[in-house]
């Protein structure tokens, strides 16, 4: 049996047969500059051209993909690579391929993820439109930095390189273009090493398969959803500190703020503002214990309130919330007693009351559903670990050139 190679270029294809060839013959050159022997992996993802043909003509191992989707034909092309070092690169020929010699290069040095720098290089003219590189890149790249508390000048460059030991801690899933955004925000979460280097950018040949604004949404969702403190925590907090204060004032009756009377109408706009708050902080703190019990996430705040925090201490919180609440009902019910059962003139500690009891149902509720998040899996109980997704085979749908 051959050894296996140092080096795999994967590179997904959708009809370029236009450039194809040409980028499959400049990643054989790349690998021969690097002084190491390597395979080039082209993944087919649906192409009703020539350019399976093509690529299997200049010497690539053509692996079809019909269920397209960029991030599926990496996860496809990384699942039937063998070599130690994976480079990826797009077809159209915009990618210096034959420079990943200095991407093998970093990862042998030690790095784990090295990325191209399209912004620190050149963008040759004609090669990326003006509102691609002056807004779409440098949002979404500032937004991935933002929210993951990383640092990288071109999060979505196309050509990249990741050691094949970092591909279970990477623990890829993405189908789509956001695939480029959760290598890069996994890698640092998981403290991985990563490295930049600059490159130049050039005109593609064909016709673009982009989306300009679907894409960009693909992005902008993805980031969101796993960043659970900017989705949830935020604004959740900030609708639940204000109703909290407003009712606050309002618990004994009316209040001249600024010349103006806020009344019982102003009093149930904070309980709603209250509800909401706690909801979304709810629906955070759920997606971040999700996150790290069932995708390996590691977040230490809330490991550490796991070790500190049991069930029952949420249910103890939720239960004083509900007595507090019921208190003040009965005090309202009291007085209302007193007064012969008239008109109920005590909307404010009603609400406030009500309001009470229904954060301490949430509580109660919320607390048995992340205990359900946090209860091991069979398969964890009896040690089973979850398998690497490279395979060391060649199914039938490869086509060896």
């Keep these: 049996m051959p050894p296996s190679p140092q080096i795999s270029v994967v590179i997904p294809c959708l009809n370029e047969e236009a450039a194809v060839g040409t980028v499959v013959t400049k990643a054989w050159e790349g690998i021969a500059r690097s002084g190491r022997d390597g395979e080039v992996i082209v993944v087919d993802n649906g192409s009703t051209d020539g350019s399976a043909e093509i690529a299997s003509s200049h010497g690539a191992v053509v692996v079809h993909e019909p269920r397209r989707g960029y991030g599926r034909a990496y996860l496809t092309g990384i699942e039937h690579a063998q070599g130690e070092y994976l480079v990826m690169a797009d077809a159209d020929d915009t990618y210096p391929v034959t420079e990943l010699g200095a991407f093998v290069d970093a990862l042998e040095s030690g790095q784990d993820l090295v990325l191209g720098s399209r912004f620190r290089g050149q963008i040759h003219e004609g090669a990326m439109p003006w509102s691609h590189r002056w807004i779409g890149n440098p949002i979404l790249t500032g937004m991935l930095n933002r929210l993951f508390g990383i640092r990288v000048s071109d ?3 196309g050509m990249r390189a990741v050691r094949r030991s970092a591909l279970q801690r990477l623990d890829l899933h993405s189908t789509g273009m956001e695939f480029a955004s959760e290598m890069v925000f996994k890698a640092f979460r998981r403290k991985l090493a990563v490295d930049e280097i600059p490159i130049d950018y050039f005109p593609r040949k064909g016709e673009s398969k982009l989306s300009r604004f679907g894409d960009a949404w ?15 925590f935020v604004p959740g907090l900030v609708l639940l500190l204000l109703g909290l204060a407003g009712m606050i004032v309002l618990a004994s009756g009316p209040v001249d703020v600024f010349g103006r009377t806020w009344q019982i109408h102003t009093m ?18 759920f997606a971040r214990t999700y996150a790290l019990t069932h995708y390996g996430e ?3 705040l809330l490991e550490r309130l796991r ?11 939720g239960l004083g919330l509900m007595l507090v609440g019921a208190g003040v009902l009965i005090a309202v019910f009291v007085r209302w007693a007193h007064a012969g059962f008239g008109a109920l003139g005590d909307e404010y500690p009603t609400a406030l009351g009500v309001t ?3 954060l301490g ?7 048995f559903f992340i205990g359900l998040l946090t209860m091991r899996s069979r398969r964890e109980e009896e040690g089973v670990t979850r398998p690497i997704v490279v395979a060391d085979r060649t199914p039938e749908h490869v086509t060896q050139a």
């Design 218 to 232: 693909r992005h902008v969702r993805f980031m969101l959803l796993y960043s659970p403190s900017w989705l949830f």
């Design 155 to 157: 999060a979505h460059c």
């Design 268 to 285: 149930l706009a904070f309980v709603a503002l209250t509800l909401m708050g706690a909801q979304v902080v709810q629906l955070g703190v």
């Design 356 to 358: 009470l009891a229904g």
């Design 361 to 367: 149902v949430q509580a109660i509720f919320g607390s």
């Design 307 to 317: 070790r500190r925090i049991r069930l029952e201490h949420g249910l103890l919180f």
């Design 298 to 300: 590691h977040d230490a």
